[in-house]
């Protein structure tokens, strides 16, 4: 089976443009989560989904970020006017479910690396 | 405030000896620890992970110790191969209805023969 799949895998854009990026989870997956990773740093959380609601977006930097799910699968990451900081990889993961005494495995996509100019 | 540290940024171990990896967190309410391994241009790979009910869980060549009293982790590989080299990131999640997971910035593990 598939994995988790992101588009672009890289993206460059220039200071205040807008972009949109692109996760398919695996199928069945309920659960998919948006990360980033900035340089030399490790995973910074984002947003998580269950099914097409996100119940935690305590992870966004700012008001351009946001993000949505459709159908319970595919996600989009808009960030709108973005900055010279907002350059990372922007890495998606999904899992079976959420919830429960024990975490479950997330898989993870091979990211979008972002450069803002 | 970094909840999830890795204090060191690079390993270089010899093919065949033991790798150790380590991992400290402060928050109390972590109770389910993971490990990845990353490649360049790759997305994490799930690699061993540990509830807080258990102190030791062990995969093939990969041993993922905890002590909860020391909120401190491992991670043991032996013997090290030169296709372990990558960088690893310890991971915590607690029990909070969802599993968002907080993540250490990361060990490079260079395996040389």
């Known amino acids: 089976g598939a994995g988790v799949s992101q588009s672009p895998s890289n993206k460059v854009t220039e200071k205040g443009k807008d972009v949109e990026l692109r996760c398919d989870p695996i199928?069945?997956?309920?659960?998919l989560y948006w990360y980033r990773q900035s340089l030399g740093q490790g995973l910074e959380f984002l947003i998580y989904?269950?099914?097409?609601?996100?119940?935690?977006k305590s992870g966004l930097p700012s008001d351009r970020f946001s993000a949505e799910r459709t159908g319970g699968s595919v996600s989009t990451l808009t960030i709108q006017r973005t900055q010279q900081e907002d350059s990372a990889v922007y890495l998606c993961?999904?899992?079976?479910?959420?919830?429960?005494?024990?975490?479950?495995?997330?898989?993870f996509g091979p990211g979008t690396r972002l450069t803002v100019l | 405030d970094q909840q999830v540290k890795q204090n060191s940024p690079s390993l270089s171990v010899q093919e065949g000896r033991i790798s150790i990896l380590n991992c400290d967190y402060t928050?109390?309410?972590?109770?389910?620890f993971l490990w990845y391994k990353k490649y360049p241009a790759e997305g994490p790979t799930f690699l061993i992970s540990?509830?807080?009910?258990?102190d030791k869980n062990e995969d093939g060549r990969f041993t993922v110790f905890l002590n909860k009293s020391a909120k401190h982790l491992s991670l043991h590989i032996v013997p090290s191969q030169p296709g372990d080299s990558a960088v690893y990131f310890c991971a915590a999640s607690d029990s909070g209805g969802y599993n968002k997971l907080i993540f250490g910035a990361g060990t490079r593990l260079a395996v040389h023969p």
């Open positions: 993961a999904s899992s079976w479910r959420s919830g429960g005494a024990q975490a479950d495995t997330q898989y």
């Open positions: 989904f269950q099914g097409n609601s996100a119940p935690d």
């Open positions: 199928s069945g997956h309920t659960a």
């Open positions: 928050n109390s309410m972590f109770d389910y």
């Open positions: 540990i509830s807080s009910i258990k």
